[in-house]
T-cell receptor, first 109, second 113 residues
Framework: SQQGEEDPQALSIQEGENATMNCSYK?????LQWYRQNSGRGLVHLIL?????REKHSGRLRVTLDTSKKSSSLLITASRAADTASYFC?????????FGTGTRLTVIP | DAGVIQSPRHEVTEMGQEVTLRCKPI?????LFWYRQTMMRGLELLIY????????DSGMPEDRFSAKMPNASFSTLKIQPSEPRDSAVYFC???????????FGPGTRLLVL
C-alpha cells in the first residue's frame, strides 16, 4: 500500500498541552506532507518534509521524518481549541499524493 | 486569490440521475486532482490532470464516472447514472507543480437517494 497510517486514530487533549501524531508507511517517498481538515471543509496544507530532511518547523508545528523506520511525526505545541481538526499525512512516492486515514484531534478549552 | 472553487457545494439527487461537479483551479496551477472522501474509504484519488491532460485515472471507480478538463481554468467530474453508493464529499485540488503541494477546494457534498 502506498498510503500512510496515522496513529492514534483519535486524540483528546487539554488546551495548552502538546499533541503528537504519527504516520507510518511502507513505500519509498520523495516527500511527506501533513494536511489539516476542519469539519466540513477541504484539506489545508501544513508542512512538507523532503526525504533528505530529518526535521522541520513551522510556527507551533514540528515535523520529523525517519526514512529508515519509514515514519514521521507531527507535533503541535501549546495546542489551542482552534487546532481541533483531522490531521492527515500524505506520501509522495512519485507524482501523486496518497493520504492516510487521519488522526482526529480534539483540543478541550 | 480566490482559491480553488467548486460548485455546487451540496447536491441531492435521485438514483439514476446525471450529476456534474465543477471545479475552477487556482490560476497558474498546472495540475488538477479529483478526490472522493467517505468515512469508510477515506480520501481516494480519482483522477489527476497535468496541463489539462489526464495522467492517471486508475482511481475512477467505473465507467459511470468521467472527468474532463477542456482548459486550464475549468474541470468537470460527471457521474452517469448516479447510485446511492456514490454519496460522498468530492474534492478538487490544484497544484503549481514542483513539490506538488496541493490546494483543496471546499468540496461538493453529494447525496444520491
Amino acid at each position: 500500500s502506498q498510503q500512510g497510517e496515522e496513529d492514534p486514530q483519535a486524540l483528546s487533549i487539554q488546551e495548552g498541552e502538546n499533541a503528537t501524531m504519527n504516520c507510518s508507511y511502507k513505500t519509498s517517498i520523495n516527500n511527506l506532507q501533513w494536511y489539516r481538515q476542519n469539519s466540513g471543509r477541504g484539506l489545508v496544507h501544513l508542512i512538507l518534509i523532503r526525504s533528505n530532511e530529518r526535521e522541520k518547523h513551522s510556527g507551533r508545528l514540528r515535523v520529523t521524518l525517519d526514512t529508515s523506520k519509514k515514519s514521521s511525526s507531527l507535533l503541535i505545541t501549546a495546542s489551542r481549541a482552534a487546532d481541533t481538526a483531522s490531521y492527515f499525512c500524505a506520501l509522495r512516492p512519485a507524482n501523486n499524493l496518497f493520504f492516510g486515514t487521519g488522526t482526529r484531534l480534539t483540543v478541550i478549552p | 486569490d480566490a482559491g480553488v472553487i467548486q460548485s455546487p457545494r451540496h447536491e441531492v439527487t435521485e438514483m439514476g440521475q446525471e450529476v456534474t461537479l465543477r471545479c475552477k483551479p487556482i490560476s497558474g496551477h498546472n495540475s488538477l486532482f479529483w478526490y472522493r472522501q467517505t468515512m469508510m474509504r477515506g480520501l481516494e484519488l480519482l483522477i489527476y490532470f497535468n496541463n489539462n491532460v489526464p495522467i492517471d485515472d486508475s482511481g475512477m471507480p467505473e465507467d459511470r464516472f468521467s472527468a474532463k478538463m477542456p482548459n486550464a481554468s475549468f474541470s468537470t467530474l460527471k457521474i452517469q447514472p448516479s447510485e446511492p453508493r456514490d454519496s460522498a464529499v468530492y474534492f478538487c485540488a490544484s497544484s503549481p507543480g514542483g513539490d506538488e503541494t496541493q490546494y483543496f477546494g471546499p468540496g461538493t457534498r453529494l447525496l444520491v437517494l
